[in-house]
């Protein structure tokens, strides 16, 4: 697993996919954190860091496919995968050696944007005011949320040869993962399930976090999603015919 998780890291910075994404984010956040009048700290006049976790589940809807689609559709296009499959590596391996690579771009992006929050502690009128638990909680709930899109990622690449078609695969199941059950438990047959509809999504559990307050039942909802995609992911490998 070790040789993959090198291999797919190594991969990522040799051809620009991590420095492209990373910048792109904190590009973004960075805009919106600061720049732009309506999300702008300085301008809004709160010490706060809530633009920054309201965009970036959007943005990781989008970033994080760019960066997964390669995972297995390029492998299978170029012929490499029935090479890496002979290796002595069994298929929980090579997934799990391609999602934690991918995982890692994602921590990387996140790193940076603790300035943020060092900058936004300084600042205040009083210093320090901030509300530093519910900005942890955002930070796990964020990693948390990329984590869960990384899973549908590397799904979605393992079921095609196409990448493109893996990232539009993965933007679709990202997005319908964390807003879609919002949508449906919105509808009017539904609206006697709806809490329990909307349970169901991303969005429910990556708010609970964000408010600072780390509930096992959230921990467990996105645990148990990251391993029902590998599980998918694995399965595919396992069927495999070429």
């Known amino acids: 697993m070790l040789a993959i ?3 797919e890291i190594s991969g990522f910075f040799n051809s620009l996919v991590a420095y492209i994404t990373i910048g792109i984010f904190l590009l973004v956040t960075g805009l919106l954190l600061w720049v732009f ?16 976790f309201n965009v970036a589940p959007y943005l ?42 991918c995982v890692v771009i994602v921590l990387l992006a996140l790193i940076p944007t603790l300035i943020y929050y060092y900058t936004v502690y300084e600042l205040g009128v009083t210093r320090g005011n901030v509300d530093s638990g519910a900005v942890v909680g955002s930070y796990i709930g964020l990693f948390l949320l990329g984590g869960a899109f990384v899973s549908i990622g590397v799904f979605a690449s393992s079921i095609t040869k196409n990448q493109i078609v893996a990232f539009a695969i ?16 919105q509808i009017l047959s539904f609206q006697s399930f709806d809490t329990y509809i909307t349970t169901l999504g991303i969005n429910e559990h990556y708010q609970s976090i ?4 780390l509930d096992t039942r959230d921990l467990i909802y996105f645990l148990s999603f990251i391993t029902l995609f590998l599980v998918s992911t694995k399965t595919v490998l396992g069927g495999r015919k070429w």
């Open 5 to 7: 998780f090198s291999k």
């Open 210 to 213: 964000s408010r600072g307050v």
């Open 60 to 101: 990781f809807m989008f970033l994080i496919p760019a960066v997964t689609m390669r995972s297995f559709a390029e492998e299978k296009k170029e012929g490499t995968f029935e090479f890496l499959a002979t290796k002595p590596l069994t298929d929980w391996q090579i997934a799990l050696g391609k999602y934690l690579a």
């Open 170 to 185: 993965a933007v679709f199941l990202c997005f319908f993962a964390f807003i879609g059950f919002d949508s449906i438990s």
């Open 37 to 52: 009048p309506d999300s702008s700290v300085l301008d809004y006049g709160y010490a706060g860091l809530d633009s920054l």
